[in-house]
């Protein structure tokens, strides 16, 4: 076993937050699958979504179901400490074993140093241990999330490679789970990108019917923009004969457009088109939709994924470490948030410079913004 202290220092170096935190979040986004309870807290851009007829209502969801997170999280911390790998890092279908199986009577016994749950006594862990009913709903998670993983077996084919395919861990399949969403309602991030897509429509009609027309700085601005949003993917670097661009460079690709967008917007003289600038400009409404609704839907899970790669072994295959942390569902929501940034990418550089009338813009080794025109 780890000790208490060391391993919970290094999951508060990998997840910015102590171990009981990370793992009551990521359990939470299992049983929130499993039910089918609609958590967001607010509806998003198409209004709420629909739904399913057996989802609990928040009040069943605090009193029932959010003792099974707690379980499940005491599980999780349990499993990861006696492992002495992070919470994340867990196998799912090892949990089993917790939550209601041959560990589950040990599961409120001895200390677990992970910061607001460090001084609970053994009386509280065993009362979030529960009864049989508690535990069993828990298991039923559980295999609720290893039969649908099964079920789900999709192989990319750009990692096909023939090998065995890794465990699945615990915060694997919280990421899928949050890259697909809840079964029969659309995922979080489907409508923050249909409202991106309306925002660049919106610009389209205004532009090519004459309604909009771009000054100076509306073309600069786009000219700048337009040259982040076509780079090629390189960061992290690639271990040497392996062709990129690779997924994990696709996901890191795009905190490097949020952070452009916010850095350039900082400029004097290209307030107006960024989050406090004048909303009724359809530029700047069009790109900001697109970086802080479309884009910004895939920061965390870019967060985690750097460190993930950041820990990878030296002699793990790519391949395989992608098959590993970029499931299926991610890979969908990366495929559509980038179609999107295509398209907005299409339209500025219209913008920027539609009869390449603008030199320093259309040459791109020029990245000063202030360059003279």
């Not at 359809?282 to 790669?309: F, I």
Request: some cysteine; proline content about 9%; glycine content about 8%.
């Amino acid at each position: 076993m780890a000790d208490g202290q060391g391993w919970e220092r290094r999951n508060e170096l990998a997840y910015g937050m102590v171990a009981w935190r990370r793992a009551v979040m990521t359990c939470g986004a299992l049983v929130v699958w499993s039910t089918g309870y609609d958590n967001r807290a607010e509806p998003g851009p198409r209004g709420p979504r629909p739904g399913r007829p057996n989802a609990p209502d928040a009040a069943e969801f605090n009193s029932v179901w959010m003792r099974v997170v707690a379980l499940l999280a005491l599980s999780a911390c349990r499993a990861a400490r006696e492992a002495d790998v992070l919470v994340d890092d867990v196998e799912l279908p090892a949990l089993v074993g917790w939550v209601d199986g041959p560990h589950t009577a040990s599961l409120h016994q001895g200390p677990l140093e992970t910061g607001e749950a460090r001084e609970r006594t053994e009386a509280g862990w065993l009362e979030l241990v529960g009864d049989e009913k508690r535990q069993r709903l828990a298991r039923q998670v559980l295999a609720d999330h290893v039969m649908a993983h099964i079920a789900d077996g999709r192989e990319p084919e750009d990692t096909r490679d023939g090998t065995e395919p890794p465990p699945l861990t615990l915060g694997d399949r919280a990421r899928a789970v949050r890259a697909g969403g809840i079964p029969d309602l659309e995922p979080e991030w489907a409508g923050p990108v249909s409202h991106a897509r309306a925002q660049i429509e919106r610009l389209e009609l205004a532009l090519r019917g004459g309604l909009w027309t771009p000054t100076r700085e509306h073309r600069r601005f786009a000219g700048i923009l337009h040259r982040t949003l076509i780079a090629e993917p390189d960061f992290p670097s690639l271990p040497e004969g392996f062709p990129g661009p690779a997924w994990v460079q696709r996901v890191l690709r795009m905190p490097h457009i949020s952070s452009t967008y916010l850095a350039v917007t900082e400029l004097p003289e290209f307030v107006a088109y960024g989050p406090t600038g004048n909303a009724g400009d359809p530029l700047g409404n069009a790109v900001g939709s697109v970086v802080t609704d479309a884009v910004h839907a895939t920061v965390n899970m870019a967060v985690d994924l750097e460190k993930l790669w950041a820990a990878r072994p030296a002699d793990q295959p790519v391949a395989l470490w992608e098959r590993a942390h970029l499931p299926a569902p991610v890979r969908t929501q990366v495929l559509a948030v980038e179609k999107v940034v295509h398209e907005l990418a299409v339209i500025l550089f219209d913008i920027a410079d539609p009869d390449i009338a603008n030199p320093d813009i259309a040459n791109p080794d020029i990245d000063d913004p202030d360059a003279e025109q």
